[in-house]
């Protein structure tokens, strides 16, 4: 990587204040969805289970609209759609262009949710591998209901792109914690109704009630529809008026459709392999020795270690990439390649500061998370997916970088080289989730997709860093490599004093009941904040001057609190 000099001033510094207040909005509302998404996620676990039947169910019906979306909008519009607004807005009549990206957008995400759900029992069979038929059941039940959150989410996020391309961010990040609430209505409902989850006596597939069905699902999918339909009020008092647009001016969308039809074939190679590695969690769910309350994890297990390692990701990397994205791209749009180039360094010194403190902690506290989420789970299952997780989270740091490379390209509109980037990334994730499938026994199956999704965040950051290298003259590599090298150091320091009070505390395996969870979370949050003290000194030691600037928008929120 070449490195080349920071001026103290000059037209890339400008938006700095800007993107201070934006990262610290969408951080706010990022973290307050989150929060409400774990006390969902918790309840679920309370009404149907971690390690059993109807979980797993559950959770593959409930990823499949995910998935397609992931495969038909998410990468489509992130690619292609804010570079496109951003420049349609900043021209006389591109409110015509954009009003044309939201009807096919809108169009085409309706009618592939039609034919998803009409065809949810292949799916339900392509993400599964020797479940039987009563259990296959179930999750297609389930998947009636919730495919069709397909739809709601391609309008929130083509709402959603726009108040971003107008520069109002916060709806964008705070409308999920009406989803959240919605949600836990819902589960709360359940839970009246029908009773928490009895792990000595758990129902059978073919038990479960229409009802029972209508209400998990059918809530989860009426928690996204609130979601995107709240974006309306903000874009219509920001002065938007939509007005459906089919047809336009020949060409309109060219560097659209190319940008689309890359950023697609990307995203349906990532899928593949998610497809792929969820068969091997998914059959650790039913191999031999797989129980309620075991200590095999399986999909949903995975999902909920997923849900908390995404939890800083979320929270720190996407609500700074997203308020950096419609500046990079009008740096992009101008051809100002020092200033992106001087975007990009400062959001992976930013981003690092968090990731690497966030990694180590969440490695050391795993147990004691695990209990403290999942106040219903059994000791053989707070292990179960405190493993997972554990395995997940040393992909944490490139994650982190990897997203920023990859808006970068986007805003560059190369989703080409995106797409060549995935196919290695996706090899090794597979490759490592099915060799621990061969070779140990099913307790490690789905830690094995941990690890697997870990070295695939590390190839991807190697490769995407290598190319963009390339295409700006540098990356300001030493500068970002020695903030990581002394994060490292200072998260080594403050993990060591950590680990050695651990010492001193029982195990989390031994925390149980409504008491067990309190004593976790105390574990967790004096322990954090040792973590964290502990951190803070030794950047300051080792003059980590991005430590006061990752912190200055929470400080300045916590001052005016």
Not at 2 to 10: H, L, Y
Not at 40 to 46: E, P, Q
Not at 73 to 85: D, M, T
């Amino acid at each position: 990587m070449t490195d080349f000099p920071e001026p103290a001033s000059g037209p890339e510094e400008r938006p700095r204040p800007s993107l201070g207040r934006a990262s610290a909005v969408m951080a706010s509302g990022t973290a307050t969805s989150r929060v409400l998404g774990l006390v969902r996620n918790s309840l679920l676990v309370a009404a149907i289970g971690l390690n059993a039947d109807a979980a797993n169910a559950y959770d593959i019906a409930n990823r499949l609209p995910n998935a397609f979306f992931a495969i038909l909008a998410a990468g489509v519009l992130n690619a292609a759609l804010v570079p496109q607004i951003v420049k349609a807005l900043h021209r006389e009549g591109g409110e015509q262009t954009v009003h044309r990206i939201l009807t096919i957008g809108g169009v085409i995400t309706l009618g592939a949710t039609l034919a998803f759900t009409f065809t949810a029992q292949v799916w339900v069979g392509l993400y599964t591998e020797g479940w039987p038929p009563e259990l296959l059941a179930l999750a297609t039940a389930f998947a009636y209901w919730c495919i069709p959150q397909l739809f709601f989410y391609g309008l929130y996020t083509l709402l959603g792109q726009v108040l971003n391309a107008k520069s109002q961010f916060g709806p964008f990040m705070w409308s999920p914690v009406l989803n959240n609430v919605v949600s836990i209505a819902g589960l709360v409902a359940f839970l009246a109704f029908f009773g928490p989850f009895d792990e000595a006596n758990p129902l059978a597939p073919e038990e479960w009630t229409p009802a029972a069905i209508a209400v998990i699902g059918g809530t989860a999918t009426l928690g996204i529809a609130a979601q995107a339909l709240i974006l309306i009020i903000p874009l219509v008092r920001g002065g938007y008026r939509y007005h459906w647009k089919w047809r336009g001016p020949k060409g309109e969308l060219t560097a659209i459709g190319r940008i689309a039809a890359w950023a697609l074939a990307a995203v349906g190679v990532e899928q593949v392999g998610v497809a792929l590695v969820m068969r091997v969690a998914a059959a650790a769910a039913t191999a031999p020795g797989a129980e309620p309350g075991g200590v095999i994890a399986g999909n949903m297990a995975y999902f909920q270690a997923l849900s908390l390692y995404l939890v800083p990701h979320s929270v720190v990397t996407i609500s700074l990439a997203t308020a950096m994205y419609t500046t990079m791209a009008g740096h992009a749009a101008r051809n100002e390649m020092a200033s992106l180039r001087l975007d990009l360094s400062r959001g992976l010194r930013t981003v690092g500061v968090f990731t690497v403190i966030a990694t180590a902690g969440m490695i050391l506290f795993a147990p004691y998370i695990i209990r403290a989420y999942l106040v219903t789970a059994t000791a053989a299952e707070v292990r179960s997916v405190a493993w997972v997780m554990s395995a997940m989270v040393i992909g944490l740091v490139p994650l982190g970088a990897t997203v920023l490379f990859k808006r970068v390209y986007f805003v560059l509109e190369d989703a080409k080289s995106i797409f060549y980037m995935h196919i290695p990334m996706t090899i090794a994730w597979v490759a490592i989730a099915y060799g621990f499938q061969e070779l140990t026994d099913p307790r490690w199956w789905t830690v094995g997709v941990g690890l697997g999704l870990a070295m695939s965040n590390v190839v991807g950051v190697v490769l995407r860093a290598g190319g963009l290298s390339r295409r700006l003259g540098g990356l300001d590599g030493r500068r970002v490599m020695t903030l990581h090298g002394k994060a490292l150091l200072a998260a080594l320091a403050a993990s060591a004093v950590v680990w050695g009070l651990l010492l001193a505390v029982p195990p989390a395996e031994e925390l149980t009941g409504v008491g067990g969870r309190f004593a976790a979370v105390g574990v967790v949050v004096g322990g954090g904040v040792i973590l964290l003290a502990v951190y803070a000194a030794a950047l300051w030691i080792l003059r980590v001057e991005e430590a006061k600037d990752a912190a200055g928008p929470l400080l300045r929120r916590l001052g005016r609190g």
